[in-house]
């Protein structure tokens, strides 16, 4: 599942403009890699938050900005796996 997720993300970076011909999954999100800035790194949440039905609260953006691909990925996957035993 999470190849998909890293799949998604570098997916919808291309769709928002960003060249990601250098981008992979140890790639940061934030200025140290991607350079996501905080209304792209909104955009790519709720892109993520509508493919995958999972949510992440405005003070979590800081932590995002400190990700790589991968461990984004993950992230959302943990969300997935844990939705069905929050009674989704």
Do not use: C
Request: charge should be negative; proline fraction near 2%; avoid cysteine.
């Amino acid at each position: 599942m999470t190849d998909e997720i890293r799949a998604f993300i570098i997916h919808s970076l291309s769709e928002m403009n960003y060249d990601v011909t250098h981008i992979d999954q140890d790639t940061v999100l934030g200025p140290a890699g991607a350079d996501l800035e905080s209304l792209a790194l909104a955009e790519l949440s709720v892109r993520i938050e509508d493919r995958f039905g999972v949510r992440f609260e405005d003070e979590e953006a800081e932590k995002l900005v400190a990700m790589t691909v991968a461990e984004f990925a993950q992230a959302v996957a943990e969300r997935l796996e844990s939705a069905p035993a929050a009674g989704r």
